[in-house]
């Protein structure tokens, strides 16, 4: 058999294929994080006085992922229903053949949980790293084009249909207003990641145990017992240390997989606003050019978005790897979850992939986005001075209303209605409807224009940017 029918390469995953994010979480990559789960509890066995220090070496030597047949460990796991324990034999045995007392003393007072638990949120933490440089750097080029075009009105519209002027740079804004909170809230998690070390029930039977035999014999030098070994194993590690071990507590995955959800549907706004105003029959923004990229096999002219194509796709597909982890959280029972604890570990690591590839790609089409704001000014002028209708409505209908309120509501929308029954230009009808010295010709000129109803969109703007200023330059 080809060892290669065995790997994934992501020919079926373009949204994450190629990214730093799937090789941060690749199958080796897993391996790794579960031997320097191992090791680094043979480190601080050995620092507190537990093992012989003189042991590390042997282990530190089989600690590699390349030494391991990742396809042989996953085909073995199904006899123990995770990869721990295959790898925990292949480990041992490596280590061994130099030293059978190094080999004794891995794995000690530790189960098959705790290390999987622990290397897959030590790979979500590595992962992370990547996903939130990337979003730093979307955000920063996203204030750049909120900042830009501050004053490049635009249409805004609602349910499909033009309501009011608003401006480019407040749309970014507001992409970036979602994808700042997304960030900053992917960060919090990311910063309290939590070891996972209870022992085969979560009493931490097992490890107390080995405190207490090392205590008794006088060969320990801590004397903080098996809570403080595990406080100096998350440190190691970079992880938080628990308030007690979360084995059937599934919270802390779902809090991360729930973080990684949200970049994804905030990275997915912006991808389908680029795609909508990307048609040609709009023609407002296009995608960063690249060499290959958005070509079709057999329309020469096309030029697909397919950056935002991508980060799309993966925002559709995050509610469903959520809905699993959840599932999979609410379906935990006893003190090891039969089933439901197996099915998040690849769901999880989807959720990683993904947000990984589409933060990727946000940081590309943020800091190559074309705006044309000819074309934003083409569309504009589509529906005219109606545009500003509810300004029009605010102060023109009480000019009309002949001294009894709410009648000039009616006689502004029944000119409304004309003008949008293909007769009369809406400002022509205006102008004889309101006498002169009701509403002068300078003062109709300035209400039908769009870019003085803008309300508060550069202040926004500003407090957008300035919210997020810190978090995305850190």
Same mark, same amino acid.
């Given at each position: 058999?080809?060892?290669?029918?065995?790997?994934?390469?992501?020919?079926?995953?373009?949204?994450?294929?190629?990214?730093?994010?799937?090789?941060?979480?690749?199958?080796?990559?897993?391996?790794?994080?579960?031997?320097?789960?191992?090791? =680094?509890?043979?480190?601080?066995?050995? &620092?507190?006085?537990?093992?012989?220090?003189?042991?590390?070496?042997?282990?530190? #030597?089989?600690?590699?992922?390349?030494?391991?047949?990742?396809?042989?460990?996953?085909?073995?796991?199904?006899?123990?229903?995770?990869?721990?324990?295959?790898?925990?034999?292949?480990?041992?045995?490596?280590?061994?053949?130099?030293?059978?007392?190094?080999?004794?003393?891995?794995?000690?007072?530790?189960?098959?949980?705790?290390?999987?638990?622990?290397?897959?949120?030590?790979?979500?933490?590595?992962?992370? /790293?990547?996903?939130?440089?990337?979003?730093?750097? &979307?955000?920063?080029?996203?204030?750049?084009?909120?900042? !830009?075009?501050?004053?490049? +009105?635009?249409? &805004?519209?609602?349910?499909?249909?033009?309501?009011?002027?608003?401006?480019?740079?407040?749309?970014?804004?507001?992409?970036?207003?979602?994808?700042?909170?997304?960030?900053?809230?992917?960060?919090?998690?990311?910063?309290?990641?939590?070891?996972?070390? $209870?022992?085969?029930?979560?009493?931490?039977?097992?490890? !107390?145990?080995?405190?207490?035999?090392?205590?008794?014999?006088?060969?320990?030098?801590?004397?903080?017992? &098996?809570?403080?070994?595990?406080?100096?194993?998350?440190?190691?590690?970079?992880?938080?240390?628990? +308030?007690?071990?979360?084995? !059937?507590?599934?919270?802390?995955?779902?809090?991360? #997989?729930?973080?990684?959800?949200?970049?994804?549907?905030?990275?997915?706004?912006?991808?389908?606003?680029?795609?909508?105003?990307?048609?040609?029959?709009?023609?407002?923004?296009? =995608?960063?050019?690249? /060499?290959?990229?958005?070509?079709?096999?057999?329309?020469?002219?096309?030029?697909?978005? +397919?950056?935002?194509?991508?980060?799309?796709?993966?925002?559709?597909?995050?509610?469903?790897?959520?809905?699993?982890?959840?599932?999979?959280?609410?379906?935990?029972?006893?003190?090891?979850?039969?089933?439901?604890?197996?099915? /998040?570990?690849?769901?999880?690591?989807?959720?990683?992939?993904?947000?990984?590839?589409?933060?990727?790609?946000?940081?590309?089409?943020? #800091?190559?986005?074309?705006?044309?704001?000819?074309?934003?000014?083409?569309?504009?002028?589509?529906?005219?001075?109606?545009?500003?209708? =509810?300004?029009?409505?605010?102060? +023109?209908?009480?000019?009309?209303?002949?001294?009894?309120?709410?009648? $000039?509501?009616?006689?502004?929308?029944?000119?409304?209605? =004309?003008?949008?029954?293909?007769?009369?230009?809406?400002?022509?009808?205006?102008?004889?409807?309101?006498?002169?010295?009701?509403?002068?010709?300078?003062?109709?000129?300035?209400?039908?224009?769009?870019?003085?109803?803008?309300?508060?969109?550069?202040?926004?703007?500003?407090?957008?940017?300035?919210?997020?200023?810190?978090?995305?330059?850190?």
């Amino acid at each position: 058999m080809n060892p290669a029918d065995n790997a994934d390469f992501g020919l079926l995953s373009p949204a994450s294929a190629g990214t730093a994010a799937s090789r941060l979480t690749s199958d080796y990559q897993f391996i790794q994080a579960m031997l320097d789960v191992e090791l =680094e509890w043979v480190r601080v066995l050995a &620092a507190a006085g537990y093992v012989d220090a003189g042991l590390i070496p042997a282990v530190e #030597a089989a600690s590699t992922a390349e030494q391991y047949d990742a396809a042989s460990l996953a085909e073995r796991a199904q006899g123990g229903g995770n990869p721990v324990i295959a790898l925990l034999g292949d480990l041992r045995a490596r280590v061994k053949e130099s030293s059978p007392a190094a080999a004794a003393a891995i794995h000690k007072g530790a189960t098959s949980q705790d290390i999987l638990d622990s290397a897959l949120l030590l790979m979500a933490s590595r992962t992370l /790293e990547v996903i939130l440089a990337d979003l730093k750097s &979307a955000a920063a080029a996203l204030a750049g084009l909120a900042e !830009t075009h501050r004053g490049t +009105v635009t249409v &805004a519209r609602t349910l499909t249909q033009h309501s009011l002027p608003s401006t480019f740079g407040l749309k970014a804004a507001n992409w970036l207003s979602g994808v700042g909170q997304a960030g900053v809230q992917l960060s919090e998690v990311a910063g309290r990641l939590p070891l996972q070390w $209870g022992g085969a029930a979560g009493t931490m039977a097992a490890l !107390t145990a080995v405190a207490v035999k090392g205590a008794q014999n006088n060969t320990a030098n801590n004397d903080g017992g &098996a809570l403080a070994l595990a406080a100096q194993l998350a440190e190691r590690l970079g992880l938080a240390d628990p +308030v007690a071990p979360w084995q !059937t507590n599934r919270l802390p995955v779902t809090a991360l #997989a729930a973080a990684l959800a949200d970049v994804l549907a905030a990275a997915g706004k912006v991808a389908n606003d680029v795609l909508l105003l990307s048609r040609p029959e709009f023609g407002e923004l296009s =995608e960063p050019r690249a /060499e290959g990229r958005g070509v079709s096999s057999a329309m020469p002219q096309k030029q697909n978005p +397919v950056l935002s194509v991508l980060i799309r796709s993966a925002a559709l597909a995050a509610p469903g790897h959520l809905a699993q982890v959840q599932a999979a959280a609410a379906g935990a029972i006893d003190e090891r979850p039969d089933g439901s604890w197996h099915l /998040e570990w690849q769901a999880l690591r989807q959720l990683l992939r993904l947000a990984g590839g589409a933060a990727a790609k946000l940081a590309e089409l943020s #800091a190559g986005l074309v705006v044309h704001a000819d074309r934003m000014q083409e569309n504009l002028a589509i529906t005219g001075p109606l545009v500003v209708s =509810e300004k029009i409505m605010a102060t +023109v209908a009480p000019l009309l209303d002949d001294g009894v309120p709410g009648t $000039g509501k009616p006689k502004v929308q029944a000119l409304v209605n =004309e003008s949008l029954s293909g007769g009369t230009p809406f400002a022509q009808l205006l102008r004889g409807a309101v006498p002169e010295d009701k509403l002068s010709d300078a003062d109709l000129q300035a209400l039908l224009d769009p870019a003085g109803y803008l309300g508060q969109s550069d202040e926004l703007i500003t407090r957008i940017i300035e919210h997020f200023s810190d978090w995305s330059q850190a």
